[in-house]
Structures are given as C-alpha cells and as structure tokens.
C-alpha cells in the first residue's frame, strides 16, 4: 500500500500563484508515475499533469505554460507550482501514484483550489 497525503491549497486571487506538494510513504515501487489531477463541482476528475522518474512531464493543454510540475525522487514527492491562475483552475487537486511494476494506483485525500476575487 502506498499513502499519499497533499497539501498546499487555498483561496487565490485571479493570476495569483500556488505551489501544491504530495509526500508519498509506503510501498513505494521503484518504478513509478506521480501527477495531479483536479475535480471542479459537477465534473469528473481530469489530468493535469503527470511526471515519471526520470522527468518526463505531460502537460493538460488548459494549463501548460502556467503550471509546473517536478518531483523530488529521494523524497518521494511531487510538486505542482501553479502561476497565472485562473477561476477555472478551481477545483479539489489529488495526488496520484501508479505503481507501474504492480499495476495499482493511489491516490491522495484532495486539496481544495479556490481562484476567485
């Protein structure tokens, strides 16, 4: 079993900036994909991006060139740095973990992005 537990939601201002971070314990594979996806009320959960170990990134087309996404591999982390944020960025944001060896994935509690004036 992996656990993954997110932080670094809030209330932001249109254009303002956010940094996410998720720490991951457990299990922990050696071979591994660590992303974020987001919920918004009344939708599904969507990508947003998702990073492999050795730095591979993809991007969802609403946010590339505005967010980052990097994970720290001795750590177990993962981080989302948001910038130029935007109302339609709100959302619930989960960390995501997929074991690639034993084909499971986890996934983190959520964490509240609110972007409004």
């Known amino acids: 079993q992996v656990q993954l537990v997110g932080s670094g939601g809030g209330l932001v201002q249109p254009g303002g900036s956010l940094r996410l971070s998720c720490t991951a314990s457990g299990s922990i594979s050696r071979i591994n994909t660590m992303g974020w996806y987001r919920q918004a009320p009344g939708n599904q959960r969507d990508l947003v991006a998702t990073i492999t170990p050795g730095g591979t990134t993809n991007y969802a087309d609403s946010v590339k060139g505005r967010f980052t996404i990097s994970r720290d591999n001795g750590k177990n982390m993962v981080y989302l740095q948001m910038y130029s944020l935007k109302p339609e960025d709100t959302g619930v944001y989960y960390c995501?973990?997929?074991?690639?060896?034993?084909?499971?994935?986890?996934w983190g509690q959520g964490t509240q992005v609110t972007v409004s004036s």
């Open positions: 995501n973990y997929v074991d690639e060896v034993n084909n499971r994935n986890y």
